[in-house]
Nanobody
Framework: QSHLVESGGGWAQPGGSLRLSCVAS????????IGWFRQVPGKEREGVCM????????YRADSVRGRFTISRDTTKNTVFLQMDSLKPEDTAVYYC???????????????????WGQGTQVTVSS
């Protein structure tokens, strides 16, 4: 059975940093897309950063470009989201998601992802 388990959420001051981790287990896909979404109450879940497991192609939302970085440790089946220069509007529940994907780009719609973690809260406030 496949699982995604997130960790690393919490509280940060504006301008601060947090690092999220997502450990994937039981995934049997040869090539897949994995990444991060976020959601605030009353709004759609939005894509933040995703990466293709094969060629490393990435997507970053305009709202986080230059501040958030996605990376992976293939030896530990772990994907990271380094969040710097945090803003109050980054406050959300962050979800790790994955899907089998063979194309040389990454999907950005939540509807394309079939496996989800439980989410981790990120709060940015002073």
């Amino acid at each position: 059975q496949s699982h995604l388990v997130e960790s690393g959420g919490g509280w940060a001051q504006p301008g601060g940093s947090l690092r999220l981790s997502c450990v994937a287990s039981g995934i049997s896909w040869d090539v897949y897309a994995i990444g991060w979404f976020r959601q605030v109450p009353g709004k759609e879940r939005e894509g933040v950063c995703m990466i293709n497991s094969d060629d490393g192609s990435m997507y970053r939302a305009d709202s986080v470009r230059g501040r958030f970085t996605i990376s992976r440790d293939t030896t530990k089946n772990t994907v990271f989201l380094q969040m710097d220069s945090l803003k109050p509007e980054d406050t959300a529940v962050y979800y790790c998601a994955a899907t089998e994907w063979s194309a040389r780009w990454v999907p950005v719609s939540k509807n394309d992802y079939t496996l989800w973690g439980q989410g981790t809260q990120v709060t940015v406030s002073s």
